[in-house]
């Protein structure tokens, strides 16, 4: 049982990895936004080995499903030219491939030599409760504050995206 | 049961600020003025209260807490968006900005300083550094005519995200370390296991997330570009309230979470602060525009700052505390008269302020004074400030770094000043008229400059009450 699940988890690890890779690598920026929505199923896939199925739902909803897919919408209205080549690259890459590898191998060796201990308690059969009890109780704040921040977020959005003919 | 009385401060701003939306929504054009003085006596009345409230302390939901060290933070920034308000009256209305929409930002940024001020939990301290930096993004690119606001916008927008989830990777492994996201159980956590390696990995992501949020350098890169290209006011916010914000949720996470590694971190801090305390004032002399002078200025006063942090100590608390109130009144003094500058002139180069001191001598002597506040020069209160800062250091044996910190601050007089020779000393433009600078202005410049004098002269009271709350937070 336990194998099936490591096995699971590599494959979407894989896949995951692979897919923002993708993302990041393709020229194309309409075959990037769809690589991120695999990137964000294989991420779900994580969370359901994991049993936070309420949680991969939300992924693949929120996620995959909206703001993939209005990724996808923005670049379709807004492009102009040629789409073979939307997705720039600045010219260090070489240096910062350096940085990230270096960056990598140091992050793996010193949590490689961590002793990681899973987290005391059960898991709650229904964890939706558990997240409901905990974002309207210990996580209150949190979760008000999230709602102002979507707020000045749409209300950035709104006065970016408006421009400045109206205001003349 | 939750005491939702301790949340007073932070429900009143939330409350004022979706209100400043909807007022912005229902008052006509022609009227929009009034929202700026509304907003005024709005966070002026939250300051009452707050000041009012400020022994007020305890922990609301286990991980939310309200004590001296956070409502002191919290009216430091109210004094700020006060000050920010005094000075965007003019410049927003010639910039034809939509008003109810910048001023509700603002207060929803003050919001997230407070949030961040108090946070005794990782995930509402990410979330109040969101806010925050989310606002600051519209705001610094609210200039929508100017293309050097946008850029200021989109470059604080990437480095923003990217130093956000820097510092939630480090958030992340220190919460897989030790199982916890409250900062005190953390503590208790660190200190019953040691130090162990995705600790020390997360707290260097952690010190690293912070050090962009403070512009510290090797982190500064975005600092100049963005204060430059933002509308004035708001670089005048960015520089000193979120960055006494950020220090606030620093010295929350590394005195509380993170003491046990502070041998560790306490090393980086030092080399952080020579890197920013050398580098902001080096660079700071070449500058001919006057907003990328304060930003290196700001810079090298973010390295001071970090003195504070490196000694470890109660009286680092204390000193960090009383800086960023005087760091507040300074930056906020110069910055109003550069936009009172800017509203008459249209320029913010530093050429252009030849003779200010005959076209208007209450602009000259405003930012000659505040400069010499930041420089730290007697009788203004930067003097006390830093000297508590270099003292602090003093006492835990870093002499040479407080040698430093000094030489550099000899540095920062000689461009200060080359800003005063201009002012002082160059000719009056042909053809320049006398400033017209509005009363609400003028009176702001000159509290402040008052307090700067009043604060140098008797620092007693605020000291006393800066190193009361830093015993309260941090017994070493």
Redesign the interface.
């Known amino acids: 049982m336990l194998s099936t699940n490591a096995l699971a988890f590599w494959v979407l690890a894989a896949i995951t990895i692979a897919a923002a890779l993708a993302v990041v690598l393709s020229k194309n920026i309409v075959h990037s936004a769809l690589f991120l929505i695999l990137a964000f199923v294989g991420t779900a896939g994580i969370y359901i080995l994991l049993h936070a199925e309420f949680l991969a739902a939300v992924q693949v909803m929120v996620y995959a499903g909206a703001v993939a897919v209005l990724i996808v919408f923005a670049v379709m209205l807004t492009r102009r030219g040629d789409i073979r080549a939307s997705n720039l690259y600045n010219s260090s890459y070489l240096g910062a491939g350096i940085v990230a590898l270096g960056l990598f191998i140091a ?1 793996s060796l ?2 490689g ?5 899973a ?2 308690g059960s898991m709650a059969a229904n964890n939706v409760e558990a997240i409901a009890d905990a974002i309207l ?6 979760f ?3 709602a ?2 979507l ?3 749409i ?2 959005a709104i ?2 995206a408006r ?2 003919k109206e ?1 003349r | 049961m ?1 005491d939702l009385h301790l ?1 007073a401060v932070e429900i009143m701003v ?1 409350v004022f ?2 209100g400043l ?1 909807v007022l912005g929504l229902l008052v006509p054009r022609s009227d929009r003025r009034g929202i700026g003085y509304v907003t005024a006596a709005g966070l002026a009345g939250i300051m009452v209260i707050t000041f009012a409230m400020r022994e007020l302390s305890g922990v ?5 807490i309200i004590d001296p060290f956070s409502n002191y933070f919290k009216l430091a920034f109210l004094v700020a968006a006060l000050l920010t308000v005094f000075c965007s009256f003019d410049y927003i209305e010639k910039m ?1 900005f ?1 008003q109810g ?1 910048y001023y ?2 603002l207060v ?1 940024a003050t ?2 300083m407070m ?1 961040l001020a108090s ?1 005794g939990e990782l ?2 301290l ?3 550094l ?2 925050m930096t ?2 600051f ?2 705001l610094a ?2 200039h ?2 100017d293309p050097k606001s946008g850029e200021a ?1 989109v470059k604080y927008i990437l480095l923003g995200a990217m130093s956000s989830a820097i510092l939630l990777y480090g958030l992340s ?1 220190v919460y ?2 030790t ?1 916890t996201v409250v900062i005190a159980e953390i503590g208790q956590v660190a200190a019953a296991s040691g130090s ?3 600790l ?2 997360g707290m260097i992501f952690l010190l690293a997330g912070f050090a962009f949020k403070i512009a510290a350098v090797p982190f500064h890169m975005w600092s100049p570009d963005v204060y430059e290209g933002a509308p004035t006011p708001v670089t005048a916010y960015l520089s000193v309230a979120s960055k006494a914000a950020a220090f606030a949720a620093l010295i929350r996470v590394f005195f509380g979470a993170l003491a046990e590694l502070h041998s560790i971190w306490v090393q980086l801090f030092i080399a952080l602060a020579v890197l920013t305390i050398i580098l902001g004032n080096l660079v700071a002399i070449p500058q001919s525009n006057i907003k990328r002078l304060m930003a290196y200025s700001s810079i090298s006063q973010a390295g001071y700052l970090l003195l504070g942090i490196v000694s470890y100590s109660v009286l680092g608390i204390g000193a960090v505390m009383y800086y960023c109130l005087i760091y507040v009144f300074g930056n906020m003094c110069v910055f109003m008269a550069v936009t009172a500058f800017y509203n008459n002139a249209g320029s913010d180069e530093i050429r252009d302020y030849t003779g200010l001191s005959r076209r208007s001598p209450l602009l000259a002597a405003a930012i000659l004074f505040a400069m010499l506040s930041l420089a730290g020069i007697p009788p203004m209160a930067g003097f006390v400030a830093k000297l508590y800062l270099f003292m602090s250091v003093i006492s835990q044996g870093y002499i040479w770094l407080a040698l430093i910190a000094v030489l550099m601050s000899m540095v920062s007089v000689y461009y200060y000043l080359m800003v005063a020779k201009s002012m002082y000393l160059g000719a009056v433009p042909e053809g320049s008229k006398p400033l017209q600078i509005s009363p609400g202005l003028k009176v702001a410049i000159l509290a402040s400059l008052l307090i700067l004098f009043v604060l140098g002269i008797y620092p007693d009271d605020l000291t006393n009450f800066a190193m009361n709350s830093a015993v309260t937070f941090f017994m070493p």
């Open positions: 992050t010193m949590l030599r961590m002793n990681w201990t987290g005391g109780g210990r996580f209150v704040i949190p008000e504050v999230a102002i921040l707020l000045v977020a209300v950035g006065i970016v421009g400045v205001d | 939750a949340l939330a600020g979706l939306l609301f939901m286990g991980g939310y034809g939509n929409e509700a930002l929803f919001l997230g949030l946070s995930i509402s990410y979330l109040g969101e806010l989310i606002t993004c519209i690119g609210f929508l005519r916008g492994l897989g370390a199982g162990t390696p995705a020390t990995l």
